[in-house]
């Protein structure tokens, strides 16, 4: 019983049509830390008992139902009373996975325009005479995870040269001290920031 009070208050919060990408891998996550992701992927129909089963088989065959009824159970918990309208004639979970992929992460040309959009919004930042590095490379991971969420590749090494490139002028000595001490084509975004903070 206090297992599963600890697995339902690590639940991820209600999907409700925003943010598919991030919402899908709290929730494959929730499903591999409960061992239910397998029934997810697995679309296999679980044969049934042959005559004269033994113990382990009638086991196994048990924990095999139970595993695919707990994946269905925590995919229903964790949508919406709209979304699970549309799924609750649904028979196993990997059909409820794949109904929400096709639904609501869209198709390669949409997610291609989406990249492209915010690969533009990143190019267009500028850190503010007002905010921190902290807060300034923050707002560019931010937008490179959510390139990343689209199915895109984004190095470190790009938010890195975004910020030598755009940084306010007060920064300056510090470059000039990297620049120095460093190569600036191989530090990575930890050391850039930790110098910028010290």
Known sequence: MNGETNSSSMAPPTFDRESYQIRAVRMRIYLQALNLWEA??????????PDNSTVAQIKTHKERKTRKSKAMTCLFTVVS?????RIMSLQSAKEVW???????????????????????EFELQRMKESET?????????????????????????RIV?????????????????????KNLSKITLAELLSAFQA
């Open 161 to 181: 040269e975004k910020i030598l490139l755009t940084v306010p002028e007060r920064f300056e000595a510090t470059i000039t001290t990297l620049e120095n001490t």
């Open 133 to 157: 590095i902290k807060e300034y490379s923050d707002r560019l991971l931010n937008l490179a995870n959510h390139i990343r969420l689209l199915g895109s590749t984004f190095n470190d090494s």
């Open 98 to 120: 794949d109904y929400l992929k096709t639904e609501y992460e869209g198709d390669e040309r949409i997610r291609g325009k989406q990249v492209v959009n915010l690969v533009r």
């Open 40 to 49: 997810v992927e697995d679309e296999h129909e679980i044969a049934p008992l």
């Open 81 to 85: 009373s709209n979304i699970l309208t």
